[in-house]
Each structure stands twice: as structure tokens, then as C-alpha cells.
């Protein structure tokens, strides 16, 4: 099985622009400002990915 650092980057970054899509969907209607919520999604998925998750899921749940 050939497991590069290349593939799981690109997988990486696949996902966290398809979670920063979402976040930023949820949260068109409930939040004011939706520049701040696009950059922490950006922030939070790229630095900190759990957390990312977790703020897609809290815009999705409101």
C-alpha cells in the first residue's frame, strides 16, 4: 500500500475546503456577520481540525 505525505495533504485540504463550504451555508441565514464566521472556518479547519468540525456542526445545528 503506498501511503505518501502528498495524497493525505491533498486529501486534507479537500476536506477542509468541503467543511468551510458547509460552515459557511449553515450559517448564511443566523449569522450577522458572515465574513468572521468564513475566516474562523478557514482557521479552525486548517490549524485545528476537530474543532472545525464541531463549528460546522454548531451552525448546522442552530
Known amino acids: 500500500m ?6 493525505w495533504g491533498q486529501v ?6 468541503i467543511v468551510i463550504f458547509f460552515t459557511v ?4 441565514g443566523k449569522a450577522s456577520n458572515i465574513g468572521l464566521v468564513a475566516i474562523y472556518a478557514v482557521l479552525f479547519n ?8 464541531f463549528y ?5 445545528s442552530k
Open 2 to 7: 503506498n501511503l505518501n505525505a502528498t495524497i
Open 12 to 17: 486534507f485540504f479537500i476536506l477542509a475546503l
Open 25 to 28: 451555508k449553515f450559517a448564511k
Open 46 to 53: 486548517f490549524f485545528i481540525p476537530p474543532i472545525g468540525w
Open 56 to 60: 460546522c456542526y454548531r451552525w448546522a
